[in-house]
């Protein structure tokens, strides 16, 4: 896990909104160039942040997740609640660098833009958008929260589970753990983990990819029942360590 060593908890005092053009539009200009500017002298290059949209989008699109970005590259994405890694390609998920970059394009193109900043990094903490006021459902707010740089963490040396896998009986709900077979599959790696029939209990976790986040196939198998498959399970990590992921698997009775 992370010790934050030094984190900015002032709250944001700087907030533009640009109706028309004009004079807001110039101010807002100017007050992006001005964080933009004191966001680089910062030279913050690998953080994470907490990232969430509001919008008439999926629910999936809306929910907290934590950003982490390495070398000034989005490098992974988690769903917080749960821990749940997602696809780079799959949500678009934006960098501080490209956040003001989106800023600038909506400046030119919307009618209404409100931004906050950061006092003390620059970076926006928050940004909304109405792309065309006569239209219904098509304005937004992203808000970015929590940022915390390579070098305000401390990170333990401890040795973090990726996954924590639980196994019921679908038609019971009741644990059957002793006897699995779970085996985890990305490109030319794989982990198994048996567990032993004897002297064993049933509502065992199984715990598996050591520091190893990605994007698994997860297969388990048990005598009695069918085989389980899942693809794409995404594990997911922040600067220290990997996201523990809890999961649990049904198993169908043959």
């Not at 753990?177 to 990305?186: D, K, L, P, Q, Y």
């Not at 490109?187 to 198994?192: F, G, L, R």
Request: charged content about 25%; some cysteine; overall charge negative.
């Amino acid at each position: 896990m992370i010790t934050i060593l030094r984190i900015a908890t002032v709250i944001s005092a700087t907030t533009l909104v640009l109706g028309c053009g004009g004079s807001d539009s110039n101010d807002l200009l100017d007050d992006l160039n001005a964080n933009r500017a004191k966001w680089e002298n910062e030279n913050i290059d690998t953080y994470q942040f907490e990232y969430q949209v509001s919008c008439f989008c999926t629910e999936e699109t809306t929910l907290p997740r934590l950003v982490l970005v390495e070398d000034g590259q989005v490098t992974a994405q988690t769903i917080i609640e749960g821990n749940i890694a997602l696809p780079l390609e799959d949500e678009t998920t934006e960098s501080i660098d490209s956040l003001f970059q989106l800023i600038a394009l909506e400046e030119s193109r919307a009618e209404s833009l409100s931004v906050k900043y950061d006092p003390e990094l620059g970076y926006p903490t928050e940004i909304s958008v109405d792309i065309n006021e006569q239209i219904a459902d098509d304005e937004y707010t992203l808000t970015i929260s929590n940022l915390v740089a390579e070098s305000d963490v401390a990170c333990t040396a401890t040795v973090e589970d990726g996954l924590l896998l639980s196994v019921t009986d679908q038609t019971t709900q009741m644990p059957i753990a002793c006897g699995v077979t779970a085996t985890a599959m990305e490109e030319a790696y794989s982990e198994t983990v048996m567990v032993d029939d004897t002297d064993c209990a049933d509502d065992s976790l199984l715990a598996m990819l050591d520091e190893r986040p990605g994007f698994y196939t997860l297969t388990v198998q048990k005598q009695g029942y069918q085989d389980y498959q899942v693809d794409n399970l995404g594990i997911g990590k922040d600067l220290c360590h990997v996201l523990t992921r809890e999961f649990n698997v049904e198993l169908v009775p043959e």
